[in-house]
């Protein structure tokens, strides 16, 4: 579906590419004005409007000039549809995107991009007068354009737009599986193809049982491919924030720890030990928190890649729920030291920095769990 272009046509394709549109307007003005029988010069500059999104009727104007020197012109009938949408007129597109399919029925794109727009417009239609889409009406839409992707597909089996809009049509139909699949599609064509990469590991790391280290390796290796993804970022963040969250369990583990030390909870049948503690015991009592952090923190931290590392230390800049989780690991920690360290000769001071130390974290866990950004 391509022809030569006049050089200045090619190159105010080119300026639209890189959203300069009103130099590409220019551009097309002075060509038109040479040869207003240009059919692509009026389809770019349909384009140039449709893009820019700043005037829809001025690209129904472009298109219909080009539909007057050739009605059967694909390019500018594609142009057309986009034109109409922006204009706003969606439903009168559906007739231009069949007459496409007439005209050229061995053209993967036509197919592909009424698919896409199809089960919309019956939506709209649907919605006509009360405002509500009908669900039966629009499952039907869904399934006659599920139709017509999937023999854009058999055209057009290297086309990835094709498989886009298959899996838009598997995902509005909450067929999950086909979905998965054209995720894979889309993923054999196009490596780095930022949305199914973004949908393949967000479904990896939010799986049941995966731990936080490993849905952050997850979402690091796939913002290697596509370091611009915000999803992948965002569920980076999401994954670095559980490994924070991780690191106030150690804090709370610490003060249970601290709290058996010094038997500071009675139990039936057992004498609690005399206070004050003497030295040796009460040093003794940092060796098993020294543990938990050395193999629940340090360990673990030094193991990260260091691109999840960094995010850590971006994280804690950018979220305050961040600096929140450290501040109550820290505090309890505190309250853990001051039971297990000072003399006590009894125990209710140790008790309310327990309690001190517990009640902030056990406070907010429930409330910071989904917290993201």
Same mark, same amino acid.
């Given at each position: 579906?391509?022809?030569?272009?006049?050089?200045?046509?090619?190159?105010?394709?080119?300026?639209?590419?890189?959203?300069?549109?009103?130099? +590409?307007?220019?551009?097309?003005?002075?060509?038109?004005?040479?040869?207003?029988?240009?059919?692509?010069?009026?389809?770019?500059?349909?384009?140039?409007?449709?893009?820019?999104?700043?005037?829809?009727?001025?690209?129904?104007?472009?298109? /219909?000039? &080009?539909?007057?020197?050739?009605?059967?012109?694909?390019?500018?009938?594609?142009?057309?549809?986009?034109?109409?949408?922006?204009?706003?007129?969606?439903?009168?597109?559906?007739?231009? #995107?069949?007459?496409?399919?007439?005209?050229?029925?061995?053209?993967?794109?036509?197919?592909?991009? #009424?698919?896409?727009?199809?089960?919309?417009?019956?939506?709209?239609?649907?919605?006509?007068? *009360?405002?509500?889409?009908?669900?039966?009406?629009?499952?039907?839409?869904?399934?006659?354009?599920?139709?017509?992707?999937?023999?854009?597909?058999?055209?057009?089996?290297? /086309? @990835?737009?094709?498989?886009?809009?298959?899996?838009?049509?598997?995902?509005?139909?909450?067929?999950?599986?086909? +979905?998965?699949?054209?995720?894979?599609?889309? =993923?054999?064509?196009?490596?780095?193809?930022?949305?199914?990469?973004?949908?393949?590991?967000?479904?990896?790391?939010?799986?049941?049982?995966?731990?936080?280290?490993?849905?952050? *390796?997850?979402?690091?290796?796939?913002?290697?491919? +596509?370091?611009?993804?915000?999803?992948?970022?965002?569920? #980076?963040?999401?994954?670095?924030?559980?490994?924070?969250?991780?690191?106030?369990? #150690?804090?709370?583990?610490?003060?249970?720890?601290?709290? &058996?030390?010094?038997?500071?909870?009675? *139990?039936?049948?057992?004498?609690?030990?005399?206070?004050?503690?003497?030295?040796?015991?009460?040093?003794?009592?940092?060796?098993?928190?020294?543990? @938990?952090? +050395?193999?629940?923190?340090?360990?673990?931290?030094?193991?990260?890649? &260091?691109?999840?590392?960094?995010?850590?230390?971006?994280?804690?800049?950018?979220?305050?729920?961040?600096? @929140?989780?450290?501040?109550?690991?820290?505090?309890?920690?505190?309250?853990?030291?001051?039971?297990?360290?000072?003399?006590? *000769?009894?125990?209710?001071?140790?008790?309310?920095?327990?309690?001190?130390? =517990?009640?902030?974290?056990?406070?907010?866990?429930?409330?910071?769990?989904?917290?993201?950004?």
């Amino acid at each position: 579906m391509t022809t030569t272009l006049h050089p200045a046509v090619e190159r105010a394709d080119l300026l639209i590419d890189l959203k300069r549109y009103e130099e +590409a307007r220019e551009l097309l003005a002075r060509r038109l004005a040479e040869a207003p029988d240009d059919i692509r010069a009026w389809v770019e500059l349909a384009r140039s409007h449709v893009e820019d999104k700043e005037d829809g009727a001025k690209a129904l104007e472009a298109t /219909e000039q &080009a539909l007057a020197l050739n009605a059967e012109d694909i390019g500018a009938l594609l142009m057309h549809a986009r034109a109409l949408r922006v204009g706003g007129r969606f439903p009168e597109t559906e007739g231009v #995107l069949r007459e496409v399919i007439r005209l050229a029925p061995d053209y993967w794109f036509g197919y592909a991009r #009424l698919a896409d727009w199809l089960w919309r417009i019956r939506a709209i239609r649907s919605g006509q007068g *009360t405002g509500e889409i009908q669900r039966d009406a629009l499952q039907a839409a869904l399934r006659e354009a599920d139709l017509i992707a999937q023999e854009a597909i058999r055209l057009g089996p290297e /086309e @990835v737009y094709a498989y886009e809009v298959a899996w838009l049509i598997a995902d509005m139909s909450a067929d999950r599986s086909v +979905a998965d699949r054209m995720d894979e599609a889309i =993923l054999r064509l196009d490596p780095q193809h930022e949305l199914a990469l973004a949908r393949r590991t967000k479904k990896a790391a939010t799986a049941p049982g995966v731990k936080a280290k490993e849905a952050a *390796t997850l979402y690091a290796d796939a913002l290697a491919s +596509a370091p611009g993804s915000a999803p992948m970022q965002q569920g #980076l963040d999401v994954a670095s924030y559980r490994l924070l969250r991780g690191v106030r369990w #150690l804090a709370l583990l610490c003060l249970a720890l601290a709290a &058996a030390g010094i038997d500071l909870f009675a *139990t039936d049948g057992e004498t609690q030990r005399e206070l004050p503690l003497v030295l040796g015991q009460r040093l003794w009592d940092l060796v098993p928190m020294a543990a @938990v952090w +050395a193999l629940g923190a340090l360990l673990r931290y030094r193991r990260l890649r &260091a691109g999840i590392r960094v995010n850590l230390h971006s994280l804690i800049r950018r979220f305050a729920w961040s600096r @929140v989780v450290l501040a109550q690991a820290a505090w309890a920690m505190l309250c853990a030291l001051l039971i297990t360290q000072l003399p006590w *000769t009894e125990r209710t001071v140790p008790l309310v920095l327990f309690w001190a130390g =517990l009640v902030p974290s056990v406070a907010t866990m429930w409330f910071d769990r989904p917290k993201t950004r």
